[in-house]
C-alpha cells in the first residue's frame, strides 16, 4: 500500500530528521511500524521530499532510481541518526560510542556518489543536476553534528518524532501543532471532562 507523504510527514525540520521519523511509534513495540518497509517508497519519499524540503537542498532534486539496491543504506544512515541524536537530546550531549557506525553509515551514503557538495551557499551542490537521495540523506545527517542544531533538537511528546525547534524563542514542543499539538490539547480537554463529570456524580 502506497504511503501519502503529506507535509505532516516532513515536520522533522530536516531530510534526516524527516527519514528518521519514517519508523513511526518507535516507542510503542506492539503498533510501531515502518513506512520504508518497501523499498519502492524510498522513491516516492525522495521525489515528496524534493518538494518538501527545497530549501534545505537548495533546490536540488533528490533521485532514487534503484531504491531497492540502496535501501540497505538508506536504512542504516536512518538508524544510526535516529539512534545518535535521539541519545543526545535525551543527554544533552552527542555519545562518542554512537560516533563510528553514524559515521560509517553516512560514508556508505556517500561511497557511491559522482558529484561535488559544499559550495558556499549551496552545501548540497549544484540545484541544477539531481544528487542522489543516499548521498544527500548523508549530508544532511552529519550537517545535524553542528552545536547550534543540536541544542535545538525535540522529541515530540506526542508521537516521539524528532525535529529541529527553528523558533525564535526555542519553546516549540510538538512535531506539529496541527497535528499531534491539537491531539494533546484534545486529550487534556477530555480527561478534564470525565474527571468533572466522576466528581459530579460522587
Same mark, same amino acid.
Given at each position: ?10 515536520? *522533522? ?7 528518521? %521519523? ?7 513495540? /506492539?503498533? $510501531? ?13 525522495? /521525489? ?7 530549501? /534545505?537542498? *537548495? ?36 555519545? $562518542? ?8 553509515? &553516512?560514508?556508505? *551514503? ?15 551542490? %549544484? ?19 553542528? *552545536? ?7 522529541? &515530540?511528546? %506526542? ?15 510538538? &512535531?506539529?501543532?496541527?497535528? &499531534? ?5 484534545? %486529550? ?15
Amino acid at each position: 500500500m502506497a504511503v501519502s507523504w503529506t507535509p505532516h510527514r516532513f515536520t *522533522g525540520g530536516m531530510l534526516a530528521l524527516d527519514t528518521a %521519523n519514517t519508523v513511526v511509534l518507535r516507542n510503542d513495540p /506492539e503498533k $510501531t511500524f515502518d513506512r520504508l518497509k518497501d523499498p519502492a517508497e524510498i522513491a516516492r519519499f525522495a /521525489e515528496a521530499a524534493s518538494g518538501f524540503r527545497a530549501d /534545505e537542498l *537548495g533546490g536540488r532534486p533528490l533521485v532514487a532510481p534503484a531504491p531497492e539496491k540502496i535501501a540497505p543504506v538508506v536504512l542504516s544512515i536512518r538508524e544510526t541518526t535516529d539512534r545518535l541524536f535521539r541519545r543526545a537530546v535525551s543527554k544533552g550531549a552527542i555519545a $562518542t560510542g554512537d560516533m563510528p557506525e553514524f559515521l560509517a553509515a &553516512c560514508a556508505d *551514503g556517500l561511497a557511491q556518489s559522482r558529484t561535488e557538495i559544499g559550495r558556499p551557499g549551496k552545501p548540497f551542490g %549544484n540545484p541544477a543536476t539531481p544528487i542522489a537521495f543516499e548521498a544527500a540523506l548523508a549530508v544532511s545527517a552529519l550537517s545535524l553534528l553542528r *552545536g547550534d542544531t543540536i541544542a535545538r533538537l525535540r522529541i &515530540c511528546p %506526542n508521537c516521539s518524532w524528532l525535529f529541529v525547534d527553528k523558533s525564535r524563542n526555542s519553546s516549540r514542543l510538538w &512535531c506539529d501543532m496541527a497535528v &499531534c499539538g491539537n491531539r494533546q490539547k484534545a %486529550n487534556r480537554y477530555y480527561r478534564r471532562r470525565t474527571a468533572a463529570r466522576e466528581i459530579t456524580n460522587v
